[in-house]
């Protein structure tokens, strides 16, 4: 344990120090300057600190207060030697932050005992803190233990999907990255971005519950096709649906209205605006981009550029516009994701 004395008399502050010193397991530095023992303090740890109340330019009371004032030092002990009854000045010392007090001249029997005692509080003080410390450590650890198993879980239920539809293998990973970069480019804090990320991958993944026939149909689907694949979004919502985390409540979000559309002509539920979750209205552009872009049993693949005119056309209609800015914003990194995706093809 590190004790200091302040004390401008030296004569005084080297009988104190000799008295501390001789306690076990303590280590005492004497300053008779407290501007010294100040910036001594400010980059030193103590477990205690003792000080004279007279003092000349910075008396105990300022030396007190600006102590106080680093955190490092917000509970450390301080013990403060006054003028035996001097009440105005003890109770001031008690609103700077004082806790206990030596009446002079010092009695050796009595000072060994208060810096005993106090250094028994302040080690269990330490004790504290350091088990604190450690319980932090271990609840960040089981948390993120459990986020990764999440992700795990996600990520495996998103490749049954991709085993479910092949044709979307490359689409749900390029589909998570631009609807990151969307979020990004429109200023969502970087945890948002993460799960958008992360949730994205699932929002087909109510197309489990339509039949290969018409989910592998080259060519138009009929109208009884048409609702059967648009149950998807029902289906999806229900396996999500009633999660506890971040994660499962954002890919229920969207696996639930990444049909709908700005307008309110989308489904299933025909909501328009911002009644449609952003992370919604941002993963159908990230879906339909990615769509256009891709080849499908009924449809070729689309220049890069013509999904792109594509998706400004349909900026306030089918999509929200700021999302769509958004996607603009995040172009140069858009295009380098599919231009990257068709040398590896081309390889
Ligand atoms: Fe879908």
Redesign the pocket.
Known sequence: MRVIVVEDNTTNLSVLCGIVSRLPDVECQGFSDPRVAIEDVLCRPSDLMIVDYMMPDIDGLRFVAAVRAMAMHAHVPIIMVTADGDRATRLAAISAGVTDFLAKPVDPIELKARVSNLLELRGAQNALARRADTLALEVAQATRHLQVREEEIINRLARAIEFRDNETSEHVARVATVARIIAEELGQPADYARTLFLAAPL??V??IGVSDAILNKPGRLDAAELAAMRR??DV?EQILADGDSDLVQMAAEIAAS??ERWDGAGYPRGLAGSAIQLSARITAVA?VFDALCSARVYKPAWPVEAARAEIQRCSGTQFDPDCVAAFERGWPRIAGLFIEDAITSAA
């Open positions: 929002h087909d109510g197309k998807h979004v999806g990444h049909h879906d």
